[in-house]
């Protein structure tokens, strides 16, 4: 078994230093944070916004709807697909994302946002999305990604997450208050070293089974990441699950064949009193099932500051599950098989 706290190990594992991109979720929030400053962005008030994103692209989606469902005026629909709905129009705000900027479904709801009249924005490292947003002259963010050496778009999580609220922040979307953000970040730095205790700590404990991330409320997009973190990374079967709806459900499918689900709640002290007392109980029907359960608490004072701690935390569970099970946590074998036979 590799040990997790060998870096030498470590390091014949993972030639692409994934772990190095993982170290450095907070300089990517930071760099953000920074370069968005500089950037005219337009305010904007558009009736209805969809977000256009693929995997780890659609990463800011999925925070953004979580974190900030009780204050957006404008509906968020997240879009991975080849289609926007029928609904969009000029009334529409079309936010296109893709770290590398030649996911093709992307780039299908690029040409029909422009088919519909629809306001345009985006979120890139350049590619053809870059060359599309830059020849519009349409509202972007293309940033230059310095603390990703891996070079693998899905590592690159605080350019796609923290570049999304950080754009809509800046267009008068959302509200990020900069003395939270900047405790956030801050979180990240000092409280790495505790994150990846615990991360090592629970990543045995989910080898050879298959977790079942359990979250509510704000960390909902964070449960969506991270289960497809450990898909990616660590090539392991996850899924998860958000109360309070698995209540209605989810409970009586514990029976059949479930032995080898290890559930895993993403905890919050800023969670709502009753979505608190729900998860005692879905503990408690969960246990009576003869399941396991393992807990994360989200650390910060602030939603932002939890959110990106889970963030942390789900990252590098998936990497040292991926190191677990002997795998080169960069690689992505059937992903790139399939992309490469869809071009036959």
């Given at each position: 078994?590799?040990?997790?706290?060998?870096?030498?190990?470590?390091?014949?594992?993972?030639p692409?230093?994934?772990?190095?991109?993982?170290?450095?979720?907070?300089?990517?929030?930071?760099?953000?944070?920074?370069?968005?400053?500089?950037?005219?962005?337009?305010?904007?008030?558009?009736?209805?916004?969809?977000?256009?994103?693929?995997?780890?692209?659609?990463?800011?989606?999925?925070?953004?709807?979580?974190?900030?469902?009780?204050?957006?005026?404008?509906?968020?629909?997240?879009?991975?697909?080849?289609?926007?709905?029928?609904f969009?129009?000029?009334?529409?705000?079309?936010?296109?994302?893709?770290?590398?900027?030649?996911?093709?479904?992307?780039?299908?709801?690029?040409?029909?946002?422009?088919?519909?009249?629809?306001?345009?924005?985006?979120?890139?490292?350049?590619?053809?999305?870059?060359?599309?947003?830059?020849?519009?002259?349409?509202?972007?963010?293309?940033?230059?990604?310095?603390?990703?050496?891996?070079?693998?778009?899905?590592?690159?999580?605080?350019?796609?997450?923290?570049?999304?609220l950080?754009?809509?922040n800046?267009?008068?979307?959302?509200?990020?208050?900069?003395?939270?953000?900047l405790?956030?970040?801050?979180?990240?730095?000092?409280?790495?070293?505790?994150?990846?205790?615990?991360?090592?700590?629970?990543?045995?404990?989910?080898?050879?089974?298959?977790?079942?991330?359990?979250?509510?409320?704000?960390?909902?997009?964070?449960?969506h990441?991270?289960?497809?973190?450990l898909?990616?990374?660590?090539?392991?079967?996850?899924?998860?699950?958000?109360?309070?709806?698995?209540?209605?459900?989810?409970?009586?499918?514990?029976?059949?064949?479930?032995?080898?689900?290890?559930?895993?709640?993403?905890?919050?002290?800023?969670?709502?009193?009753?979505?608190?007392?729900?998860?005692?109980?879905?503990?408690?029907?969960?246990?009576?099932?003869?399941?396991?359960?393992?807990?994360?608490?989200?650390?910060?004072?602030s939603?932002?500051?939890?959110?990106?701690?889970?963030?942390?935390?789900?990252?590098?569970?998936?990497?040292?599950?991926?190191l677990?099970?002997?795998?080169?946590?960069?690689?992505?074998?059937?992903v790139?098989?399939?992309?490469?036979?869809?071009?036959?």
């Amino acid at each position: 078994m590799t040990d997790l706290n060998n870096l030498d190990e470590i390091k014949k594992l993972d030639p692409k230093n994934v772990y190095g991109s993982t170290e450095m979720l907070a300089q990517q929030c930071e760099q953000v944070w920074e370069d968005i400053k500089k950037l005219n962005l337009p305010k904007v008030e558009p009736k209805n916004i969809v977000i256009c994103g693929m995997g780890g692209s659609s990463y800011g989606g999925h925070v953004l709807k979580s974190l900030f469902q009780d204050s957006l005026k404008a509906p968020v629909f997240v879009v991975n697909d080849y289609h926007l709905p029928a609904f969009a129009d000029s009334s529409t705000l079309v936010f296109l994302t893709s770290y590398s900027g030649t996911t093709e479904e992307t780039l299908s709801c690029s040409r029909e946002a422009i088919q519909k009249n629809c306001a345009i924005a985006g979120l890139t490292s350049g590619g053809n999305l870059g060359e599309f947003l830059r020849n519009g002259n349409y509202p972007n963010y293309t940033f230059l990604a310095k603390f990703n050496p891996s070079g693998q778009p899905r590592l690159g999580t605080g350019y796609i997450v923290f570049g999304t609220l950080a754009v809509f922040n800046e267009m008068g979307l959302i509200k990020l208050e900069e003395t939270e953000v900047l405790d956030a970040i801050n979180l990240l730095k000092t409280g790495i070293e505790n994150v990846k205790d615990e991360a090592k700590k629970l990543a045995p404990l989910l080898q050879n089974k298959i977790p079942l991330l359990i979250a509510a409320e704000f960390l909902e997009g964070n449960a969506h990441i991270a289960r497809n973190q450990l898909n990616e990374t660590a090539k392991s079967f996850s899924d998860f699950a958000v109360l309070p709806e698995l209540n209605h459900h989810l409970m009586e499918g514990l029976k059949y064949p479930t032995k080898d689900i290890v559930a895993l709640f993403l905890n919050s002290g800023l969670y709502s009193d009753k979505i608190k007392k729900r998860a005692i109980l879905t503990k408690d029907v969960i246990q009576k099932n003869g399941l396991n359960i393992l807990e994360f608490n989200a650390k910060g004072d602030s939603k932002i500051g939890q959110v990106l701690n889970v963030l942390s935390f789900g990252a590098f569970l998936s990497l040292y599950l991926s190191l677990l099970y002997e795998e080169n946590p960069s690689l992505i074998p059937w992903v790139d098989y399939f992309k490469e036979q869809l071009k036959k």
